[in-house]
Each structure stands twice: as C-alpha cells, then as structure tokens.
C-alpha cells in the first residue's frame, strides 16, 4: 500500500465524509455527519449491515445525504474516517487502500480505542495527514472525542481533526499516541476489576453496576458497558493493551474469555452479563 501526496489541509467545514464499516460506531459517526448537515458516504461489504444501519441511522438523523455502498470510493472525499473492528491487520488493509485511493488533502483517519496511532500510519505511507479519532459509544449521546496525535500527525491534520470534532457537536481533547490513550487507559481497568469481582462471587453484576452509577455518578455501570460496546470487541481491545503495554492488570479475565467463546456478545447478541429483549 502507499501513502498519500503532500499535505494540503481540508477544510472540515466543507467536508464530504466517508465513514468505513456500519457496524455500531460507524453508522453513530455517520448519523451525528447528517445531522450536522454532510454528505456522508458509508461503506460496508455487508448488505445486511447496510440495510441495519440505514434503519438505525434514520431513526436519528435524515438520510437524504447519505450513500450506502459496498465500495471503497473515496476519490471526492475531504475527509474519511475508518471504523471497522479492532483487529490491527484488518484496519491496517482498510487504511493503505484508503490512502491509495484518496485526495492528496484529505484527511485519514482511524477510530480506534487503543491500536497504536504511530503503527498504524505505516499502512498510510507516514502520512502527515492521518490522526486518531476516538469516538465513544452511543456517538449520538457521547460528547468527547479524543484526538490522538502520532509520530508523523501534522499540525494542519490535528486542527482539521478537532474543527471536524467540533462540527459534529463533539468536545475534543488531544492526547499523545500512548497504549490506552486516556480513556482506554482507565477505562479497561476498571472493566476488567469489575468482571473479576463477578467471577470472585463478590457481588452480581447488577449490583457492582449500581454501586459505580451511585457512587461515582457514572452514567453506566462498567458491565453494562462492556455489553453495549460488545464482549468481543472488548476482548480485542484488552488483547491489544496487554501486548502493548506489557501489563498483566490488563490480561482479559477469565469470565469475558468464556462468555465470547459461547457467543453472549452483550447486546448485539441479547446476551452477555445481561440478557436483552429481542
């Protein structure tokens, strides 16, 4: 794969918006882009998954601007955001087909929770103009996007990615290309203590979830919202934290090894620590 031209920074404002994958985080970027009035391309192989997000999409924003298609056209974008599942080899192939095929300008870039920023901008060629966005679920609710800047992240691309943050009505903070970034960072930890004391028979899940929702005034409780964003995908994150940053606080707890193994994925699936109505 190779990597984009010189940098011309990309105006936000004007953007036209392609959003890769239409699974949860992909159709929440691409349904907060329409209601902030862009022209949003989104790409998903899956018909089934296409038609899934256009009824979820339209539930919350108008989709007279929106594009479904099975195809990686990103030759007229301004700016294209990856959100395909944490699996590095996966979104490493999305993004050097990406940076291929786009504008010398556009920005690139990834929504990832924990992938290395720096790693992944190989597969862009070292493009100054790829940066993280890291959005959080349910986007339409979740104001903050952490905007994280790697080793070859220009200047132009981090004030392209906040404005675009902004215009999506999100309120951005930066933060260097470290394991976990911030939120991540603190975030998994407190899921994984959380799951080990259901595993310890210290208190159900329920429980544990209303003494942090309670306690701490968190909106969710941590087992709660390992279930929305999905046992798998939470999986794959505290996979890739623990290779990274060699810590063993990090290692996925025995219960979330099971529970993926039998297929209680959280909601998606109607079953996790939680069972869902259908």
Known sequence: MTGAGSPHPAPPRAAS??????????????????????????V???????????????????VERLTLTEHLDVADATAVIEAVPEIPALKADVLGRVAAAAPPGALLVTNTSTLSITGLAHACGGSPRFVGMHFFNPVHRMPL????????????????????????????VVVRDAPGFVTSRLGLLLGNEAMRMVEEGVAS?????????????HP???LELADLVGLDARLNNLRSMCEQSGREDYRPPAILERLVAAGRLGRKSGHGFYRYES
């Open 17 to 42: 918006l392609v959003v890769i994958g239409a699974g949860t985080m992909g159709r929440g970027i691409a349904g907060v882009a329409l209601a902030a009035d862009l022209p949003v391309t989104l």
């Open 44 to 62: 998903e192989v899956d018909a089934e998954a296409r038609a899934a997000a256009r009824e979820a999409i339209a539930r919350r924003a108008p």
């Open 145 to 172: 996007v952490e905007i994280i800047v790697g080793e070859a992240t220009g200047e132009d691309a981090v004030a392209d990615a906040l404005a675009l943050a902004e215009r999506l009505g999100k309120d951005p």
């Open 205 to 217: 899940a329920a429980d544990i979830d209303k003494a942090m929702r309670l306690g701490y005034r």
């Open 220 to 222: 969710m409780g941590p």
